[in-house]
Nanobody, 125 residues
Framework: QVRLSESGGGSVQAGGSLKLSCVVA????????MAWFRQAPGKEREGVVV???????IYAESVRGRFTISTDNESNTLHLQMNSLKPEDTALYYC???????????????????RGQGTQVTVSA
């Protein structure tokens, strides 16, 4: 059974940093495609980053150079380090997973089969 559980959200001022975590059950990083998405109130879901099973990552232009995806294989945890945060980064962030052989792994806005409940990130000006 695949389960994803996010944590690490919070409230920060613009320019600050947060590190999100997603504990993954049911997949290993070598056998999956992983992603982070976000959704702000009244807006459509936005892909933040997608990572294939080889560790190659595709970032949305809006976060490139500020956000970094990483993995901790020992704890099977996916991380998203977010630096230089802006008010427009405010959203519910959630991780997603699926097997690695679909087109979703080549598209930062791909559709994934599994997702967590999300963790809220609020950035004030």
């Amino acid at each position: 059974q695949v389960r994803l559980s996010e944590s690490g959200g919070g409230s920060v001022q613009a320019g600050g940093s947060l590190k999100l975590s997603c504990v993954v059950a049911g997949y290993t990083f070598e056998t999956s495609c992983m992603a982070w998405f976000r959704q702000a109130p009244g807006k459509e879901r936005e892909g933040v980053v997608v990572r294939d099973r080889f560790g190659h990552a595709i970032y949305a232009e809006s976060v490139r150079g500020r956000f970094t995806i990483s993995t901790d294989n020992e704890s099977n945890t996916l991380h998203l380090q977010m630096n230089s945060l802006k008010p427009e980064d405010t959203a519910l962030y959630y991780c997603a997973a699926d097997h690695p052989w679909g087109s979703w792994c080549e598209d930062v806005n791909g559709s994934f089969g599994y997702r967590g409940q999300g963790t809220q990130v609020t950035v004030s000006a």
